[in-house]
């Protein structure tokens, strides 16, 4: 149990990624409070963790709307005595080439994964300055490392302003006892990757060394150890969880 006392939050936690990471979190211990739009997956979910033995609360908004995060920060106070954990997983892709982009459509990756993930950082960090610990683990990509033919470029751009927003806080944040970090998944096997191919995941496989796609476990345990006591002297890093498909 990494996480026996812990309070955390997931964000879009409906399903994919963000699912398994509560779960997991859970099964080591922390009281959670899981975020997204969709009430009733979420509600099935906060049962599932319940039956844990832990405590689960809900939290309905979208995470482009700083006000969301401004009432997630109410939620916290209200069912909360701190919080110790924060994973910003929410999330959308699009595959789009530039040429063929709605100025809509990149505002609106722009919004949900980078400004989002800035809204709730904000939102929670000053509880996390005053009781002086706290971490937070971004999700990001390895899109945000190197560019991907089907992605489209907001994608890339809202992970990699992810990575550096990491970089940033980490930095600032670290004489609160406050570490921020970043995972960077490869391909992942959730319903965002059911948008894939036959063909395009086939000659994905042939690229990733490992020869397999990963699952969201494999992104989850990376947040359990980076969230646990087991990575106090790691911040500002984005660990890439990608089978090798790029290294650096
Ligand atoms: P998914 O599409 O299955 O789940 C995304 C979650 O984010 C859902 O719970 C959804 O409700 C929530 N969400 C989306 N827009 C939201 C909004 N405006 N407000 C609140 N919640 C919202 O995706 P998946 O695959 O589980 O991805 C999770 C994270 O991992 C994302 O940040 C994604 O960019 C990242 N990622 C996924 C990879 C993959 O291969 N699946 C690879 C690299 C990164």
């Known amino acids: 149990m990494l996480l026996e006392n812990k309070y955390a939050i997931v964000t879009g936690a409906t399903r994919g990624i963000g699912r398994q990471i509560a779960l997991t979190l859970a099964k080591n211990g922390a009281d959670l409070i899981v975020t997204g739009t969709n009430d009733k997956l979420l509600q099935q979910l906060a049962e599932e963790i319940q039956s844990l033995g832990q405590k689960c609360f809900v939290n309905i908004g979208n995470i482009a709307d700083p006000a969301a995060a401004k009432a997630l920060a109410v939620n916290v106070e209200k069912n909360f005595p701190q919080i110790d954990i924060l994973v910003n997983n929410a999330g959308i892709n699009m595959r789009k080439p530039t040429l063929d982009m709605l100025d809509d459509e990149w505002q609106k990756i722009i919004d949900v994964n980078l400004n989002g993930t800035f809204y709730t950082c904000k939102a929670i960090l000053p509880y996390m300055v005053k009781q002086e610990h706290g971490v937070i683990v971004n999700v990001s990509s390895s899109t945000a490392k190197t560019p991907h033919r089907n992605a489209t470029p907001a994608y890339g751009a809202s992970k990699a ?44 496989l042939e690229r990733i060394p490992l020869k397999k796609l990963g699952q969201p476990a494999d992104v989850a345990n990376m947040v359990l150890f980076l969230a646990s006591d087991m990575a106090v002297f790691i911040t500002g890093e984005s660990i890439n969880i990608n089978g090798g498909i790029y290294m650096n």
């Open 161 to 204: 302003g992810i990575n550096y927003l990491t970089q940033h806080l980490a930095l600032e944040m670290a004489k609160y006892n406050i570490r921020v970090n970043a995972v960077c998944p490869g391909p992942i096997e959730t319903d965002m990757s059911k948008q894939w191919t036959t063909e395009y995941r086939k000659k994905l």
